[in-house]
């Protein structure tokens, strides 16, 4: 049970990072365009 919530938090931890990351990428092409 508990490998089991570990799994789905890693989950959700994932896909807020990979917004994060995308938030940096987008404000790097702004910085760079300026």
Known sequence: MTSDL??????GKTGKG???KKEVN???KHKKEK
Do not use: D, Q
């Not at 570990?6 to 989950?11: A, I, L, R, Y």
């Open 26 to 28: 987008h404000e790097k």
């Open 6 to 11: 570990g799994n789905e938090g890693e989950k």
């Open 18 to 20: 990979t917004g994060k």
